[in-house]
């Protein structure tokens, strides 16, 4: 069975984590999804194109910000 993972509230209800990685100077940092359920509705979508414009760097500034999904499960794997 699949699940759709396409907003905040769905990443919530599946224990799942979003991280913002900045592209210019590579600072990673996990996004609070309750904050984000507050502030954008829990059915605000998670998709590249619907987050992505809200965000920006918090160190740099720059709005050059990729994704990254995990489970609790997953969280860390693969980091350098």
């Excluded at 592209?23 to 979508?45: M, P, Y």
């Excluded at 619907?50 to 965000?55: A, F, S």
Aim: proline share 1%; glycine share 10%.
């Amino acid at each position: 069975m699949s699940i759709a993972l396409n907003t905040i509230g769905a990443l919530i209800d599946n224990a799942h984590n979003l991280r913002a990685y900045c592209c210019s100077c590579r600072h990673c940092v996990k996004l609070d999804l309750e904050a984000l359920a507050i502030q954008l509705g829990r059915g605000h979508g998670t998709m590249h194109d619907d987050l992505v414009p809200k965000l920006k760097c918090s160190l740099c500034g720059s709005r050059d910000v990729g994704l990254i999904l995990s489970t609790k499960e997953t969280e860390g794997v693969g980091q350098v």
